[in-house]
T-cell receptor
Framework: QKEVEQNSGPLSVPEGAIASLNCTYS??????FFWYRQYSGKSPELIMF????GDKEDGRFTAQLNKASQYVSLLIRDSQPSDSATYLC???????????FGTGTRLQVTL | EAEVAQSPRYKITEKSQAVAFWCDPI?????LYWYRQILGQGPELLVQ????????DSQLPKDRFSAERLKGVDSTLKIQPAELGDSAMYLC????????????FGSGTQLSVL
């Protein structure tokens, strides 16, 4: 079982819709979770982080964490073509101190 | 805005040659990371430094890879000899401290081994 699992996609949503990206993790001791956006050929850029159960909102982005279900998600409201990218989920803390990344979900926002 | 500097941006080499990548973290960031990202996969940690000390190099192929951060500031990652399977994006990242997991990445070095 991979430490962090994501559906590789592509996830296709129309412009203006809500994009929902999901991630599960295997280490119950994980304490911190991060979402990075990566445009093709570019490096990852941190867009959200969450440590506690529940929702955390920042502009059009909402991160959701459910530690009991070992599940973290990212919602992007009013999706724009510029949101088209690969979204990497990462977990930190727990039994392994290093930050561990999933393989990413490719999001396509269509006009 | 402060950035992590990396060079070169692209590197093409032949197998069995030596290659080196350089990274200068954001000023004041004590923790420096080298990640490798193969196309279609997530970044995988190669080595983590806290100041000048290695704190995790468990995934670094030590028979051919080496990394150093002599003065606790900039860092060099070397591969000798390069193999075809080393073709990937090599990413440097930094964070304020070991317990601070908000990583800021440099632009990366895209390595192609022919």
């Amino acid at each position: 079982q991979k430490e962090v699992e994501q559906n590789s996609g592509p996830l296709s949503v129309p412009e203006g819709a809500i994009a929902s990206l999901n991630c599960t993790y295997s280490d119950r001791g994980s304490q911190s979770f991060f979402w990075y956006r990566q445009y093709s050929g570019k490096s990852p850029e941190l867009i959200m982080f969450i440590y506690s159960n529940g929702d955390k909102e920042d502009g059009r982005f909402t991160a959701q964490l459910n530690k009991a279900s070992q599940y973290v998600s990212l919602l992007i409201r009013d999706s724009q073509p510029s949101d088209s990218a690969t979204y990497l989920c990462a977990r930190g803390g727990g039994t392994a101190s290093k930050l561990t990344f999933g393989t990413g979900t490719r999001l396509q926002v269509t006009l | 805005e402060a950035e992590v500097a990396q060079s070169p941006r692209y590197k093409i080499t032949e197998k069995s040659q030596a290659v080196a990548f350089w990274c200068d973290p954001i000023s004041g960031h004590a923790t420096l990371y080298w990640y490798r990202q193969i196309l279609g996969q997530g970044p995988e940690l190669l080595v983590q430094f806290q100041d000048e000390s290695v704190v995790d190099d468990s995934q670094l192929p030590k028979d051919r890879f080496s990394a150093e951060r002599l003065k606790g500031v900039d860092s060099t990652l070397k591969i000798q000899p390069a193999e075809l399977g080393d073709s990937a994006m090599y990413l440097c990242a930094s964070s304020l401290g070991r317990s601070n997991e908000k990583l800021f990445f440099g632009s990366g070095t895209q390595l192609s081994v022919l």
